[in-house]
């Protein structure tokens, strides 16, 4: 027997990847799908991409750019400048109140299990969607990652698509549906893909595909420009140049 998970992360209100991403989920088959968390704060779209998880009726975990649309932190690791927060205000003002509860209810963590094999799934790691963990990190960086009772491990955050092994278990991190870019130029260069993960459980085995969907540069650039979101033309420029 096979069984099959899609996992996503990282929506960050781009509308447009998350339907990308999705048509190539529905292309293989794949019916089940868990969200990774940061689905709504940055992008032209946040309502639209609210609605379309509550279609799937998709678990989602609650990550750290779901947070900071809650409540605001004095402690955030993240710089919050000026400009994030007209954003996130204007991301509220998208919002139904309905919406906003529909975030309260992300999940810190989530469990599964596939055909017998138990994932463990989250947004940072599984103590806090503030962690960061990278493909050169290791020593105490691994520590949250490690004595879980799970065959696989799976976060999203960082916007980077890859996969180890820590411990007895797989880690996989999707990458992001709708902010992915290459980090080796400085400034790291936005791609237009959606990023996804579909993990496969036969026989005990678990096995990953990562995958890329190109999406319509055209529909990105009418849907920010439709939205009112504040700096639409910079967070625009920020994809296409």
Request: net charge negative; charged share 25%; glycine share 8%.
């Amino acid at each position: 027997m096979t069984a099959r998970l899609a996992l996503i992360s990282d929506q960050h209100g781009n509308d447009v990847a998350f339907q990308a991403a999705l048509e190539d989920i529905e292309r293989l088959g794949v019916e089940e799908i868990v969200c990774l968390g940061d689905a709504v704060q940055g992008g032209a779209e946040p309502a639209h991409v609210l609605d379309r998880l509550s279609a799937l009726g998709c678990e989602t975990v609650l990550g750290n750019a779901d947070a900071f649309v809650l409540e605001l932190r004095d402690d955030d690791p993240e710089p919050v400048t000026e400009q994030l927060l007209e954003v996130r205000d204007w991301t509220l003002s998208q919002l139904s109140s309905s919406q906003v509860e529909q975030i309260r209810a992300f999940a810190p963590v989530v469990r599964r299990e596939l055909d017998g094999v138990r994932l463990l799934l989250f947004h940072g790691s599984p103590r806090s969607y503030d962690d960061v963990l990278l493909p050169e990190l290791g020593g105490e960086a691994l520590e949250p990652f490690l004595g879980h009772d799970a065959a696989l491990l799976a976060g999203g955050h960082t916007h980077l698509q890859w996969t180890r092994a820590i411990g007895h278990a797989l880690y996989v991190n999707p990458g992001s549906v709708g902010v992915s870019y290459d980090r080796h130029p400085d400034p790291p260069v936005l791609r237009p893909v959606a990023e996804w993960a579909l993990v496969t459980v036969a026989n005990g085995a678990v096995a990953v595909e990562l995958r890329q969907v190109p999406y319509s540069l055209e529909d990105f650039r009418a849907a920010a420009a439709r939205s009112g979101r504040p700096y639409a033309d910079e967070y625009v420029a920020r994809l296409t140049g």
